[in-house]
Nanobody, 127 residues
């Protein structure tokens, strides 16, 4: 079992930055080969893919809506995944979730391919 806990959300003005973190515990983060992802869910909308990173951290994949603004990274020694969010827009307002996918050979934007989820951290971007 893997537990994921997100932190770093908050209120920020448009154009500002936030750094989200996801702390993993319960199993060896890298030893079991987890690809990691960030998703978000705005009020009244479905949960959508934001970014993913491979087990080693050498490959990343971003949604078109955040390309050039958000960066995903991981530190397997510290069992953490980070989402650096710059140039934030009001439409980035959502609850952000960290997720882990076991054993995938590719980075995936599909929610159903992730096995573990955190409870989320809220990000609000004011205009």
């Amino acid at each position: 079992q893997l537990q994921l806990v997100e932190s770093g959300g908050g209120l920020v003005q448009a154009g500002g930055s936030l750094r989200l973190s996801c702390a993993a515990s319960g199993r060896a983060f890298n030893a079991y080969g987890y690809n990691m992802g960030w998703f978000r869910q705005a009020p009244g909308k479905e949960r959508e893919f934001v970014a993913a990173i491979s087990q080693s951290g050498s490959s990343t994949y971003n949604a078109d809506s955040v390309k050039g603004r958000f960066t995903i990274s991981r530190d397997n020694a510290k069992n953490t995944v980070t989402l650096q969010m710059n140039s934030l827009k009001p439409e980035d307002t959502a609850v952000y979730y960290c997720a882990a996918a076991l054993g995938l050979l590719r980075l995936s934007p599909r929610r159903d391919e992730y096995d573990y989820w955190g409870k989320g951290t809220r990000v609000t971007v004011s205009s």
